[in-house]
C-alpha cells in the first residue's frame, strides 16, 4: 500500500514538473515571437523613413533653392510706387504723370529696354519700365532729384544715375529714328517738305525754319571765363539748343552744347550741317520767280546770315509796305519753331527749371526731349492745351513776344547782309509775296 502511495506522488510529481517545463516553454516562445514582432516592427519603421527621406531627395532634386540675395543697404527698399502706378492709375492720371499716354510709354520701353538691364550681384536690379518711368517724371514734371528718391524708394545718386542712362540710350538708339529721319535727302523728299511747308505756313519755296533757345543750368567751371561765356543777354547762365522744325512742329535737326552767350550766326557756322549744305546737301532744285529761281529756302531771324538758301527778315531803318508785308509772311512761317518750342518744354518741364548738372548732362537732356517730342507726334499722343507754352490759360495764341521771353528764346543781334545773290531771291520773294496781297491770288 505504501509502495502504491508513493508511485502515485513520484507520478504526480512528474506531472507537475512537465506541466511547470510546458508553461515555461511557452513563456519563452512567447518572449520570442514578441521579440520577433518587435523587431519586425522597428524594420519597417526604419524602412519607411528611410523611403520618405529617398522621395524627398528625389524631389528636392526639381526644386532650385532660391539664392539668398546680398544687399549692403541698412533699409529695406520701397517698390510700392511703381506697383501702385501699374494697378491703380488710370490713363488720363497715368498720362498727367508721365507726360505719355501708356500705349506711347510701352513704345518707348519696347524699343530701349534690352539697352536698360541691369545684372547686379548685391541685389535685385531696378526694372527697365520703372527705370523710364523715373526718367520721364523727371524730366516732365522737373522735380528736384531729391524728391523723386523719396517717392519712389531709390537713393539720390541712383535716381540721378537712372536718368541720365536713359537719356544717353533715348539719343544713342532712337536719335535716327525719330529725327534723323525727317531731315530729307533726296529731291522728292525736298519737294514734300516744301509743299507741307507752303500749304501749312503759307511762304513758299521753304522747306524748315531755324531758331534757337536758352536751357538753363548753374554756372559751370572755370572761373570768369566760364562766367563770361555762358552769361548770357537774359542774365542768367545757359547753353543753346539751336533745331530746325518742319511744317508738323517736328524737329528736323538739332544742335546742343554752345555757351549761352555765343551769337546764333557763329553756332550756326559751328556745325556740320552748314559745312555739308556750303558742299551741296541742298538739292539743285528751285521755282521760278520773275527772273530768279529761288532754291529751297530755310527761314531764320535776322541773326543769321543771308544765303540764297537761308533767308531773312528786311532789317533796314526804313521798310516799305512790301518789305514790311515780307517780314510779316516770313515771320509768320518761323512761327512753327516757337509752336514746336513752347510743346517741347511745356511738356518737359525740366527744360525750363535751372539744371544743377553740368553741361554735358544739361545737353544730353535736351537731346532726349527732342527725341520725345517727335515719339509722342509720331504716335499721335497730343499734348494738353494747359501745358502748351504758346497757348493761354484760355487756349488762345499767346503774343510773340511774350512767347519768345517765356520759352527764353534767343534775339542776337543782325547781321549786314553782303550776299548780292541771296538779295536778288529775297527781292524776287518779295515782289511775289506783294503781288498775292494785291491780287488775293497765289502766284
Excluded at 153 to 160: H, P, R
Aim: charged letters at 25%; one cysteine or more.
Amino acid at each position: 500500500m505504501a509502495e502504491k502511495n508513493a508511485g502515485k506522488t513520484n507520478c504526480g510529481n512528474e506531472e507537475l514538473v512537465f506541466l511547470a517545463c510546458a508553461i515555461k516553454e511557452g513563456r519563452r516562445r512567447r518572449l520570442q515571437m514578441q521579440l520577433a514582432l518587435n523587431n519586425l516592427a522597428a524594420r519597417r519603421k526604419r524602412f519607411l523613413n528611410l523611403a520618405f527621406l529617398l522621395v524627398l531627395l528625389i524631389s528636392q532634386r526639381n526644386i532650385t533653392v532660391p539664392r539668398p540675395v546680398r544687399s549692403c543697404r541698412r533699409l529695406q527698399r520701397n517698390t510700392g510706387w511703381w506697383e501702385n502706378v501699374c494697378n491703380t492709375y488710370s490713363d488720363a492720371r497715368f498720362k498727367k504723370t508721365f507726360r505719355v499716354s501708356r500705349d506711347t510709354f510701352n513704345f518707348i520701353l519696347n524699343r530701349i529696354a534690352p539697352f536698360l538691364i541691369r545684372q547686379t550681384v548685391t541685389e535685385e536690379p531696378i526694372s527697365p519700365a520703372l527705370r523710364l518711368a523715373i526718367c520721364l517724371y523727371r524730366l516732365g514734371r522737373g522735380d528736384y532729384l531729391y524728391t523723386i528718391s523719396e517717392m519712389s524708394g531709390l537713393g539720390v545718386s541712383t535716381v540721378s544715375s537712372i536718368c541720365q542712362e536713359v537719356c544717353q540710350v533715348l539719343v544713342d538708339h532712337l536719335w535716327n529714328e525719330t529725327v534723323s529721319t525727317h531731315m530729307p535727302q533726296t529731291e522728292e523728299e525736298f519737294k514734300q517738305k516744301i509743299l507741307d511747308m507752303e500749304e501749312f505756313w503759307q511762304f513758299p519755296c521753304c522747306w524748315t525754319a531755324i531758331d534757337g533757345c536758352h536751357i538753363p543750368m548753374k554756372c559751370p567751371p572755370g572761373g570768369l571765363q566760364a562766367c563770361k561765356e555762358y552769361h548770357n543777354f537774359k542774365n542768367f547762365y545757359s547753353i543753346v539748343l539751336m533745331a530746325m522744325v518742319d511744317s508738323h512742329y517736328r524737329f528736323v535737326w538739332g544742335s546742343c552744347g554752345f555757351p549761352g552767350n555765343s551769337h546764333d550766326a557763329v553756332i550756326f557756322r559751328s556745325t556740320d550741317l552748314w559745312s555739308r549744305i556750303q558742299e551741296g546737301f541742298i538739292p539743285v532744285i528751285g521755282k521760278t520767280v520773275g527772273d530768279v529761281t529761288v532754291p529751297p529756302l530755310i527761314v531764320g531771324d535776322s541773326a543769321f546770315p543771308l544765303r540764297t538758301w537761308l533767308m531773312k527778315p528786311y532789317t533796314n531803318a526804313v521798310l516799305t509796305p512790301q518789305q514790311r508785308n515780307f517780314n510779316y509772311r516770313l515771320s509768320r512761317a518761323r512761327m512753327v519753331t516757337e509752336g514746336a518750342y513752347g510743346q517741347l518744354k511745356g511738356r518737359w518741364r525740366v527744360l525750363l527749371r535751372k539744371s544743377e548738372s553740368n553741361q554735358d548732362n544739361v545737353r544730353i537732356t535736351t537731346l532726349a526731349c527732342m527725341v520725345l517730342h517727335n515719339i509722342c507726334i509720331a504716335q499721335g499722343d497730343a499734348i494738353s492745351k494747359k501745358l502748351d507754352l504758346s497757348l493761354d490759360v484760355n487756349g488762345q495764341k499767346r503774343d510773340r513776344e511774350q512767347i519768345r521771353k517765356l520759352l527764353q528764346m534767343r534775339n542776337c543781334s543782325g547781321i549786314r547782309d553782303v550776299s548780292l545773290e541771296a538779295n536778288k531771291v529775297r527781292n524776287a520773294l518779295c515782289e511775289k509775296l506783294w503781288l498775292e496781297k494785291e491780287t488775293d491770288k497765289v502766284c
